[in-house]
């Protein structure tokens, strides 16, 4: 049984295989209407259960839509709905879900929650987020990346503002695919060792370099993200706009990468925070592609995991 739960808990040649049979199925359904089935229907009788704790409309639309596309069908849950790891333990929902369904996915805080629920589940789990990884994401960052551009291995990534969670799993993907990822944000913000970690140990380059105008110099690919959560207080708030105010990605900082570097953010955005509605919505912007990736990049991994 494959569960996805992290780009570096996944062997690198099946992630390679996830990215092409997206791009295939993907070039498959161009000019067919939304809604209107995959010739194959990998999922057919299957149901997937979608089980979100924290918000979402990308990874729940896509995700639904994914399903329905090959076929399947999907059941939708909030924590509210579940009480999950309240009135009943995580291990016993595991095992409950396990009897109903044949996959699930689940976005979710604390990652403790997410390796649970694949120790005692019977069937596929899949990691829609949590509060230190978000694979799904960057499967669809790299599909478009590649799609644009040619392979990922060997390029270089910068990845400004917070070390958050999508920015360590940048880090487990530049290992795994082989490129280089160079980190700008203040101290306070820097991603996880563990994470830089693994990526060194698998050849890649990894820097961190305060100065953005230096940290994008040579970049063919620029990435941020929101400056905040939808959780921190007013105060907190306002101490990270002033903490990462020199770390906004505009047009005068897109001038110092690649003159093709391409732009990303994984949505939703702050404009005119993390990122200037210029560079969002500007020629190297890629910022819908990667929303739209998310369908095809899940697709195939839901695929993996099922072995369909």
């Given at each position: 049984?494959?569960?996805?739960?992290?780009?570096?808990?996944?062997?690198?040649?099946?992630?390679?295989?996830?990215?092409?049979?997206?791009?295939?199925?993907?070039?498959?359904?161009?000019?067919?209407?939304?809604?209107?089935?995959?010739?194959?229907?990998?999922?057919?009788?299957?149901?997937?259960?979608?089980?979100?704790?924290?918000?979402s409309t990308r990874t729940r639309v896509s995700f639904d839509v994914g399903v329905r596309q090959m076929g399947g069908q999907t059941m939708v849950l909030s924590g509210k709905d579940?009480?999950?790891?309240?009135?009943?333990?995580?291990?016993?929902?595991?095992?409950?879900?396990?009897?109903?369904?044949?996959?699930?996915?689940?976005?979710?805080?604390?990652?403790?929650?997410?390796?649970?629920?694949?120790?005692?589940?019977?069937?596929?789990?899949?990691?829609?987020?949590?509060?230190?990884?978000?694979?799904?994401?960057?499967?669809?960052?790299?599909?478009?990346?590649?799609?644009?551009?040619?392979?990922?291995?060997?390029?270089?990534?910068?990845?400004?503002?917070?070390?958050?969670?999508?920015?360590?799993?940048?880090?487990?993907?530049?290992?795994?695919?082989?490129?280089?990822?160079?980190?700008?944000?203040?101290?306070?913000?820097?991603?996880?060792?563990?994470?830089?970690?693994f990526a060194r140990q698998k050849g890649s380059k990894i820097v961190i370099e305060r100065d953005p105008h230096k940290a994008v110099e040579g970049a063919d690919l620029v990435v941020?993200?929101?400056?905040?959560?939808?959780?921190?207080?007013?105060?907190?708030?306002?101490?990270?706009?002033?903490?990462?105010?020199?770390?906004?990605?505009?047009?005068?900082?897109?001038?110092?990468?690649?003159?093709?570097?391409?732009?990303?953010?994984?949505?939703?955005?702050?404009?005119?925070?993390?990122?200037?509605?210029?560079?969002?919505?500007?020629?190297?912007?890629?910022?819908?592609?990667?929303?739209?990736n998310r369908l095809h990049a899940q697709k195939a991994v839901m695929r993996w995991c099922l072995g369909v």
């Amino acid at each position: 049984m494959n569960h996805f739960l992290d780009i570096h808990k996944t062997d690198s040649t099946d992630l390679r295989a996830m990215i092409d049979q997206a791009g295939v199925m993907k070039q498959a359904r161009l000019g067919r209407p939304k809604a209107a089935p995959d010739d194959e229907r990998p999922l057919k009788d299957r149901m997937v259960a979608l089980i979100f704790e924290k918000p979402s409309t990308r990874t729940r639309v896509s995700f639904d839509v994914g399903v329905r596309q090959m076929g399947g069908q999907t059941m939708v849950l909030s924590g509210k709905d579940m009480q999950l790891g309240h009135g009943e333990t995580i291990a016993d929902t595991a095992r409950v879900l396990s009897r109903y369904v044949d996959m699930i996915m689940i976005r979710t805080f604390d990652e403790t929650i997410l390796t649970e629920m694949a120790e005692y589940s019977d069937v596929p789990v899949i990691n829609g987020l949590t509060d230190r990884t978000h694979p799904c994401q960057i499967m669809a960052d790299v599909l478009t990346f590649e799609e644009h551009r040619g392979p990922i291995a060997g390029k270089k990534v910068v990845w400004t503002g917070d070390g958050n969670n999508v920015c360590a799993s940048f880090l487990h993907a530049a290992g795994q695919f082989g490129f280089d990822l160079t980190f700008t944000g203040p101290a306070q913000l820097d991603p996880e060792e563990e994470f830089m970690g693994f990526a060194r140990q698998k050849g890649s380059k990894i820097v961190i370099e305060r100065d953005p105008h230096k940290a994008v110099e040579g970049a063919d690919l620029v990435v941020a993200d929101t400056w905040v959560s939808m959780h921190d207080s007013q105060s907190a708030k306002e101490r990270r706009h002033n903490m990462l105010r020199p770390y906004q990605v505009n047009a005068e900082l897109m001038s110092h990468a690649k003159p093709d570097a391409l732009f990303m953010h994984c949505l939703p955005a702050h404009r005119e925070e993390e990122a200037t509605s210029e560079v969002m919505d500007g020629p190297n912007s890629v910022i819908f592609d990667e929303a739209e990736n998310r369908l095809h990049a899940q697709k195939a991994v839901m695929r993996w995991c099922l072995g369909v």
